[in-house]
């Protein structure tokens, strides 16, 4: 299938393509040409940063400063710190090794049917100017919080181990973990786009029910509902496995934020107890609240697609008496239900709004354990 590429309405999110270009967080991509942009340079760039990344993994497991301060934190949290440095690493390394050596193909045809769909339903501009006044301000807000944490945090931890403040950032995860806030703020960005559309495409439905033209029209939307549905299984291809490695880091980040005030009000100097303590609850709730705004966007995404069919459904009492066009709309029903999509991470499990349950349950049941093993350590 062909799509028709002469209007683009995701111009929103080319200038957070740029910023992202520079931690390979995304590929590198030429929207107009709608093709890779400079494949070899990419590859090189994403090689350079792997080997940088290797050499500071290695400067950490070396340093003394900080195997010191290790030694200060229970074995709960020295594992939960472990656990937190692998998963961030592991996040880090599929995502440059996917955006700089993978293919580009299920991007190309993301944005391909974004742009159809925009074509087809005479949006293109509509979109754009909302991401920009919705979106960007509370992705800008959200990189001064997290910027200011970070630096306290890395402020507090160079004098902890009496290293300058450049070696403290090279030698911990403070880079992986600024991948993992902006992987999901995009994974964020992506989810909303798809979800404006299928608003759109519910409101078209709405105005076509009194339309003398209606089972033609109705056979259009029901096509572009299933090309949005494509959109949503594309954003699982490339995001899927990715998304279990952030779910399971963001439980392991509530657990070390709960555990660690035992360290902070038993071995670290007073004066430092506050700001640490401070930064990290803004660190966590930061990222926390990225994640449940990422699982919240996606449920309600799959709401609006099955809003579409249930008003498929409300219009069959228009056809009660035209067995032709009842037999029509039931076909175009049954297509609609069937294309409807879940985001899913990886397959294993899809993202709905049970998952934060299930998240905190978690949560509670290993800090509970942890609490019991600080107490017995400390006795």
């Known amino acids: 299938m062909r799509f028709n590429l002469s209007l683009k309405d995701i111009n929103f999110i080319r200038p957070l393509w740029s910023c992202y270009n520079i931690l390979l967080i995304t590929p590198w991509y030429d929207f107009d040409q709608n093709a890779p942009y400079r494949p ?51 996040l880090t390394f599929f995502g440059i090794v996917k955006s700089s050596f993978g293919s580009v193909d299920n991007w190309r045809k993301l944005f391909s049917r974004l742009q159809f769909i925009d074509l087809k339903l005479q949006n293109t501009g509509k979109t754009e100017k909302q991401f920009w006044k919705n979106i960007y301000f509370a992705w800008f807000l959200k990189q001064v919080i997290f910027f200011g944490a970070s630096c306290g945090q890395m402020y507090i931890w160079s004098v902890l181990m009496k290293a300058s403040y450049f070696k403290t950032i090279w030698t911990t995860p403070l880079l992986d973990y600024l991948f993992a806030f902006e992987l999901i703020i995009l994974i964020n960005v992506l989810t909303e786009s798809i979800k404006v559309r299928y608003k759109d495409l519910n409101k078209r439905l709405l105005k076509i029910s009194g339309s003398p033209k209606v089972t033609e029209e109705l056979k259009h939307l029901v096509f572009y509902h299933r090309i949005l549905g494509e959109v949503v299984e594309l954003i699982n291809k490339i995001f899927g496995y990715q998304i279990i490695l952030i779910v399971f880091l963001c439980g392991l980040q509530l657990v070390g934020s709960l555990n660690f005030p035992f360290t902070a009000f038993t071995t670290l100097e007073l004066p430092l107890r506050p700001y640490l303590l401070l930064s990290l609850f803004i660190l966590t709730i930061g990222l926390l609240g990225s994640l449940l705004q990422m699982v919240i966007s996606m449920d309600s995404t799959v709401e609006e697609a099955k809003t579409f069919v249930d008003r498929c459904y409300k219009m069959q009492e228009q056809f009660t008496l035209n067995f032709r066009n009842s037999d029509e709309l039931i076909k175009f029903i049954s297509i609609a239900k069937h294309n409807v999509r879940t ?37």
């Open 343 to 379: 985001f899913s991470a990886g397959g294993f499990f899809d993202i709905r709004k049970n998952l934060i349950f299930s998240l905190i349950a978690n949560v509670a049941m290993y800090f509970v354990i942890s609490v019991q093993f600080n107490q017995n350590q400390k006795e």
């Open 40 to 90: 070899k340079i990419s590859k090189l760039y994403g090689s350079l940063i792997i080997l940088l990344k290797i050499i500071s993994i290695a400067a950490m497991t070396v340093n003394s400063s900080l195997e010191q301060t290790y030694e200060y934190l229970f074995v709960t949290q020295q594992l939960n710190y472990a656990l937190c440095s692998v998963d961030m690493w592991a």
